[in-house]
């Protein structure tokens, strides 16, 4: 699988941005989603997970109601609306893909970068 982020930018704190991560391959709809982030002189860390149904989502609590993973498999692609931006939001997004019942994510996109001012 191959996975290409999209729709970083700058926006001011409180706005939005949407997210998109478009893969390659047929076999997408059977892969769970996550986006992760980093900081500058910070880990990576986990933002959002779906299922490869799409029946199940996870969150960070940092973002628990601010943001939205979505996908949609008829387009090889993952969503995560951002919503209530914050400058702590201020990160590189990555996409990335695992089998299911795998632990790891294997697959990984190669990040948009994301500016909350304030």
């Known amino acids: 699988v191959q996975l290409q982020a999209s729709g970083g930018g700058l926006v001011q704190a409180g706005g939005s941005l949407r997210l998109s991560c478009a893969a390659s391959?047929?076999?997408?709809?059977?892969?769970?989603m996550g986006w992760f982030r980093q900081a500058p002189g910070k880990e990576r860390e986990f933002v959002a997970r779906i299922y490869w149904s799409g029946g199940s989502t996870f969150y960070a609590d940092s973002v628990k109601g601010r943001f939205t993973i979505s996908r949609d498999n008829a387009k090889n692609t993952v969503y995560l609306q951002m919503n209530s931006l914050k400058p702590e939001d201020t990160a590189v997004y990555y996409c990335a893909a695992k089998a299911v019942a795998v632990p790891r994510y294997d697959y990984w996109g190669q990040g948009t970068q994301v500016t909350v001012s304030s």
């Open positions: 391959g047929r076999t997408f709809s059977t892969y769970d």
